[in-house]
């Protein structure tokens, strides 16, 4: 290398990276400082528990807003106090601090007396020298309620689909049927759905293939026997 490049290397190494208050940034310390700084501020409902006892050490604001209690009431809580559960709340809590699962879905109670649907991932962490457990709690309350609807909707539709007595069904563009209801299948005499699902539309149904256009094949069709 030219001489002037080696004065890249001749230089003393870096000293550790350092905070405002001159402590380095890699020390316990000033991680549990970071920490906490997160554990504050951020948006995300997060709690800190005693894993032995299932007590409440610590909740952030946004723990705060979102259940009701103040930081004193609190941390007078167990986590049998907030689930609904208190049993599926203590198995997720040991379940937890075994590392067997981080992910769990339970109802909570707010301090108001409203039952949510939550979504925890807790993981053991050290602070101060003390074993706790942090969780970070999604409300899904919202989600669930959504999903539910969807699923009785379905359900309401499945109930439709196979009582009403006009022939329903679905195919493909492609000619083949998707779905059909009991009284298309007994509308066009074939034994099953699934035998109706292996035949050709446009040749087995139509006299003129034409007949069926392909802006339609993917359609609901309800045909009404006469």
């Given at each position: 290398?030219?001489?002037?490049?080696?004065?890249?290397?001749d230089?003393?190494?870096?000293?550790?990276?350092?905070?405002?208050?001159?402590?380095?940034?890699?020390?316990?310390?000033?991680?549990?400082?970071?920490?906490?700084?997160?554990?504050?501020?951020?948006?995300a409902?997060?709690?800190?528990?005693?894993?032995?006892?299932?007590?409440?050490?610590?909740?952030?604001?946004?723990?705060?807003?979102?259940?009701?209690?103040?930081?004193?009431?609190?941390?007078?809580?167990?986590?049998?106090?907030?689930?609904?559960?208190?049993?599926?709340?203590i198995?997720?809590c040991?379940?937890?601090?075994?590392?067997?699962?981080?992910?769990?879905?339970?109802?909570?109670?707010?301090?108001?007396?409203?039952i949510?649907?939550?979504?925890?991932?807790p993981?053991?962490?050290?602070?101060?020298?003390?074993?706790?457990?942090?969780?970070?709690?999604?409300?899904?309350t919202?989600?669930?309620?959504a999903?539910?609807?969807?699923?009785?909707?379905?359900?309401?539709?499945?109930?439709?689909?196979?009582?009403?007595?006009?022939?329903?069904?679905?195919?493909?563009?492609?000619?083949?049927?998707?779905?059909?209801?009991?009284?298309?299948?007994?509308?066009?005499?074939?034994?099953?759905?699934?035998?109706?699902?292996?035949?050709?539309?446009?040749?087995e149904l139509?006299?003129?293939p034409?007949?069926?256009?392909?802006?339609?094949?993917?359609?609901?069709?309800?045909?009404?026997?006469?």
């Amino acid at each position: 290398f030219p001489s002037h490049d080696k004065r890249r290397f001749d230089t003393p190494p870096a000293k550790a990276v350092t905070c405002m208050n001159e402590q380095p940034f890699n020390s316990t310390g000033n991680l549990e400082q970071v920490f906490h700084g997160i554990f504050k501020n951020h948006e995300a409902i997060m709690l800190l528990i005693e894993p032995a006892a299932g007590q409440v050490v610590d909740a952030n604001p946004a723990a705060l807003r979102f259940y009701g209690y103040s930081l004193a009431q609190f941390k007078q809580l167990h986590i049998t106090d907030l689930a609904v559960n208190p049993h599926e709340a203590i198995a997720a809590c040991t379940q937890a601090v075994q590392r067997q699962q981080n992910h769990f879905v339970m109802a909570h109670k707010l301090a108001n007396g409203e039952i949510r649907t939550i979504e925890a991932y807790p993981a053991p962490i050290e602070l101060a020298g003390r074993q706790l457990l942090f969780s970070i709690i999604h409300d899904i309350t919202a989600y669930k309620k959504a999903e539910e609807e969807k699923r009785h909707s379905a359900e309401q539709y499945s109930a439709l689909f196979e009582r009403i007595m006009d022939g329903i069904y679905r195919s493909t563009h492609t000619g083949r049927f998707v779905d059909v209801n009991p009284a298309m299948i007994k509308m066009f005499g074939f034994a099953s759905k699934e035998e109706m699902q292996s035949i050709d539309i446009k040749t087995e149904l139509y006299f003129e293939p034409e007949e069926r256009g392909s802006h339609i094949l993917d359609t609901v069709a309800i045909v009404t026997g006469k």
